[in-house]
Nanobody
């Protein structure tokens, strides 16, 4: 099994900054990609940003130029630096990992989600 633990959420004023972290642990053979998603009240979960093991990144249009995703392969950790935060960024932010895991029968590929961390931006 693989566990994802997010941290770094909180309350910040309009225009402020936060940095989220997500650490993956468990029976990890390798991490293929990690990403951040968010879900605001009454809305569907949406992609924020992703990063692959080769550092290829992808961002939602709504966060381009304000958010930066980065990873530390040695620590199985992904970060999301969020600048110029807006009230509409308020949501629960979830970490997701695409992981090759060690199994009894060999290596399998699985997706895992963290529990989420609340980000609230006040106007």
């Amino acid at each position: 099994q693989v566990q994802l633990v997010e941290s770094g959420g909180g309350l910040v004023q309009d225009g402020g900054s936060l940095r989220l972290s997500c650490v993956a642990s468990g029976s990890i053979s390798s991490i293929n990609a990690m990403g951040w998603y968010r879900q605001a009240p009454g809305k569907q979960r949406e992609l924020v940003a992703t990063i692959t093991s080769t550092d290829r990144t992808n961002y939602a249009d709504s966060v381009k130029g304000r958010f930066t995703i980065s990873g530390d392969n040695a620590k199985n950790t992904v970060y999301l630096k969020m600048n110029s935060l807006k009230p509409e960024d308020t949501a629960v932010y979830y970490c997701k990992a695409d992981v090759s895991v060690r199994m009894f029968t060999g290596i399998g590929r699985r997706e895992y989600w963290g529990q989420g961390t609340q980000v609230t931006v006040s106007s």
